[in-house]
């Protein structure tokens, strides 16, 4: 299996900016599409952003497209989400996930979780 570890979390002011990072463990960590979701006390896990297993391609949510960026980097085994211009709205536990094969925005569908970093960005 794939273990994963975020890191990078913390207490921002609004306008602000947040490197998240997630290690992976395995051999095999370039085979895998990566994704960044988020889940805010009493609301459902959303997702956040997602990119191909070789960086080729990224995609975003709407609520957070120009502000972040995802990349990777396969020989590090490394996934990284840049947040930029920071708002209260974004305070949540971020995940990383991993998916064997493709990507999707959808959390089911993704086979590996690490355990989540706190955001909170103040006002």
């Known amino acids: 299996q794939v273990q994963l570890v975020e890191s990078g979390g913390g207490l921002v002011q609004a306008g602000g900016s947040l490197r998240l990072s997630c290690a992976a463990s395995?051999?095999?960590?370039?085979?895998?599409?990566m994704g960044w979701f988020r889940q805010a006390p009493g609301k459902e896990r959303e997702f956040v952003a997602y990119?191909?297993?070789?960086?080729?391609?990224?995609y975003y949510a709407n609520s957070v497209k120009g502000r972040f960026t995802i990349s990777r980097d396969n020989a590090k085994n490394t996934v990284d989400l840049q947040m930029n211009s920071l708002k209260p709205e974004d305070t949540a536990v971020y995940y990383c996930?991993?998916?064997?094969?493709?990507?999707?925005?959808?959390?089911?569908?993704?086979?590996?979780w690490g355990q989540g970093t706190q955001v909170t960005v103040s006002s």
């Open positions: 990119i191909t297993w070789s960086g080729e391609n990224t």
């Open positions: 395995g051999r095999t960590f370039s085979s895998y599409a």
């Open positions: 996930a991993a998916r064997r094969l493709g990507v999707s925005r959808r959390p089911s569908e993704y086979n590996y």
